[in-house]
């Protein structure tokens, strides 16, 4: 997901995302583990979905604390 359509959410529909995220890696390493994973890609790409969505939520933080 791009940085872009990621800035357009709200920060509950970013909080959301960011469950779904940790829920579709816990998963894609369950496969990785018992040798079902068919796209090993997949896991770097959702890791830099939820990094991207966590540096948001901080950026939003920061900005409502010192307005």
Same mark, same amino acid.
């Given at each position: 997901?791009? =940085?872009?359509? $990621?800035?357009?959410? /709200?920060?509950?529909?970013?909080? +959301?995302?960011?469950?779904? %995220?940790?829920?579709?890696? #816990? &998963?894609?390493? #369950? +496969?990785?583990?018992?040798?079902? $994973?068919? &796209?090993?890609?997949?896991?770097?790409?959702? @890791?830099?979905? =939820?990094?991207?969505?966590? /540096? $948001? =939520? /901080?950026? @939003?933080?920061? %900005?409502?604390? %010192?307005?």
């Amino acid at each position: 997901m791009k =940085i872009m359509e $990621l800035r357009e959410l /709200t920060n509950d529909e970013l909080r +959301q995302k960011y469950e779904d %995220s940790r829920e579709e890696l #816990f &998963n894609l390493r #369950f +496969q990785k583990a018992m040798n079902r $994973l068919e &796209n090993p890609l997949r896991i770097k790409d959702v @890791r830099r979905d =939820i990094a991207r969505i966590k /540096t $948001l =939520i /901080t950026e @939003r933080k920061k %900005s409502e604390s %010192s307005a």
